[in-house]
Structure formats: structure tokens, C-alpha cells
């Protein structure tokens, strides 16, 4: 794959758009949480997307999407790896994520599966974990 160009900060619609469009929860998505997400491609219509939730030490990987044409061509990956730099500037130590469709993809990341109930107390405050996903989502992590 070519060198890929990520942008900070896509619109909220355009963010929600995608995640809507990939089965991904959006209803809790603020201005706020924009400063932590990434883009490819157009701002209007971003053709990849990921966002991270900063929790002190602890981040929410959340909202990992790309188009259908652009899976296996290193494009989630490159949004994976910006989001875990990020992460770590922001001081974050572990990062956590759920999925119901990603487990091998992110396990080839260095995500390990983990109980629910081990979950530290911030991410199981945020809105995705207690509710936006279903309770048969993987709970995945990684240290950084």
C-alpha cells in the first residue's frame, strides 16, 4: 500500500456516517471526541476511520472502520497504529477495545483477550462498554 495520509479531527457527522454505515455504535459521539479520532481520505467521506477514548493511563480503542474496497490493504492497520501513538503522547499505558468481528485481526496487533469483569473502572464507565456493545463483544487489551 502506498503511504497513507491520516488526518485528526474528522466532523462528527461524517465520523457518525461511517460508523453507521459499518454496524458501529455512534450515538455517544461528541465534538469532543473528534480530537481523538483519525481519518483517511476525504473529510466529508472518510474512507478509513479509528478513535480512541482517553481514560488517564487507560484508552478505549473505539470506532475502527474501513471501506469495504480498502480492507487487507494495510489501511487499518496504519489507523491502529496512529491511534496507539496517540494514545501513548496523551500518557495512556494500556489500551482496551471490544469487537464482535476483529478478534484475529487485532490479536495479530498484540491485543490479548480479557474477562469483562477485569476491566478497569474507567472503561467500564464509558457509554461503549456498559451499553452501545453487546455483552457478547470480545474485551480485548494491549500495554503500550
Known amino acids: 500500500m502506498a503511504a497513507v495520509v491520516l ?3 474528522p466532523s462528527r457527522d461524517a465520523a457518525a456516517s461511517m460508523l453507521e454505515a459499518n454496524g458501529l455504535p455512534a450515538d455517544d ?6 480530537r481523538h479520532y483519525f481519518y483517511a481520505g ?6 478509513g476511520l479509528v478513535g480512541v477514548e482517553i481514560l488517564g493511563i487507560d484508552a478505549l ?3 475502527l472502520a474501513v471501506a469495504a474496497e480498502l480492507r487487507t490493504t494495510g489501511l487499518g492497520c496504519a489507523l491502529v497504529q496512529r491511534a496507539e501513538a496517540h494514545a501513548q ?4 499505558r494500556s489500551m482496551y477495545l471490544l469487537t464482535t468481528t476483529a478478534e484475529h485481526f487485532f490479536t495479530r496487533r498484540g491485543y490479548a483477550k480479557l474477562e469483562r469483569a477485569k476491566a478497569p473502572a474507567g472503561i467500564r464507565a464509558t457509554r461503549e462498554f456498559a ?7 470480545i474485551f480485548m487489551f494491549k500495554r503500550l
Open 61 to 63: 480503542l473505539r470506532s
Open 42 to 47: 476525504p473529510a466529508n467521506d472518510p474512507q
Open 29 to 34: 459521539l461528541t465534538d469532543a471526541h473528534m
Open 89 to 92: 503522547e496523551q500518557g495512556v
Open 7 to 9: 488526518q485528526a479531527g
Open 131 to 137: 451499553g452501545l456493545c453487546p455483552a457478547s463483544s
